[in-house]
């Protein structure tokens, strides 16, 4: 049973462009969801975070959006950039205090110069 | 600062050996994690730890044993490897406020068991 789906297995994006990356979830009990980029032979590294009292979260070329009736958010990179080709998985957890993270399976997105 | 060392990188084991992968980190973290990526799964959590001590199951403990004696180091352990087992691990700290911090990874260790 997988908590939280990332449907689109890869996404090409021309450079400069947006580049706009989904995630839908099962659980309503998720309050905080994480964004994580992760490129070959590393581990992931953190991106961008949000709670359940926000709609959008912006950090720099980065922002996520968060529709929670919906159980879905979305992360936009603008403009996009040749080092952002990369796997993006997102996570969720239940509390601000909660260990255990649940992730997507990721999206391979890849930059088209 | 060298964040979340995994030793080895690689490893290849026949089925029924023993081994630790280690972990350490270098940031004071009080919680540490490990997770296994399988291909179309994402990141699954094996075991964790909230300080030193104190350690407790995740999603898919089995076959696999945590220790934390010093807040630097958490080793995991697989105790009579199967090849199941096979796949790439990876250890994660953070601080409390790792909503907005996030996780710190390592680069990981592939693990193959024949």
């Known amino acids: 049973d997988q908590q939280v789906k990332q449907n689109s297995p890869s996404l090409s994006v021309q450079e400069g462009r947006i580049s706009i990356l989904n995630c839908d979830y099962t659980?309503?009990?998720?309050?905080?969801f994480l964004w994580y980029k992760k490129y070959p032979a590393e581990g992931p590294t953190f991106l961008i975070s949000?709670?359940?009292?926000?709609d959008k979260n912006e950090d720099g070329r980065f922002t996520v959006f968060l529709n929670k009736s919906a159980k879905h958010l979305s992360l936009h990179i603008v403009p996009s950039q040749p080092g952002d080709s990369a796997v993006y998985f997102c996570a969720a957890s239940p509390n601000f205090g909660n260990e255990k993270l649940t992730f997507g399976t990721g999206t391979r997105l890849t930059i088209i110069p | 600062n060298a964040g979340v060392t995994q030793t080895p990188k690689f490893q290849v084991l026949k089925t029924g050996q023993s081994m630790t992968l280690q972990c350490a980190q270098d940031?004071?973290?009080?919680?540490m994690s490990w997770y296994r990526q399988d291909p179309g799964m994402g990141l699954r959590l094996i075991h964790y730890?909230?300080?030193?001590?104190?350690?407790d199951q995740g999603e898919v403990p089995n076959g696999y044993n945590v220790s934390r004696s010093t807040t630097e180091d958490f080793p995991l352990r697989l105790l009579s490897a199967a090849p199941s087992q096979t796949s790439v691990y990876f250890c994660?700290?953070?601080?409390?406020?790792?909503?907005?911090?996030?996780?710190?990874f390592g680069s990981g260790t592939r693990l193959t068991v024949v």
């Open positions: 730890s909230v300080g030193a001590g104190i350690t």
């Open positions: 659980n309503s009990m998720f309050d905080y």
């Open positions: 949000i709670s359940s009292i926000k």
């Open positions: 994660a700290s953070s601080k409390y406020d790792r909503i907005n911090y996030g996780y710190t």
């Open positions: 940031m004071n973290h009080e919680y």
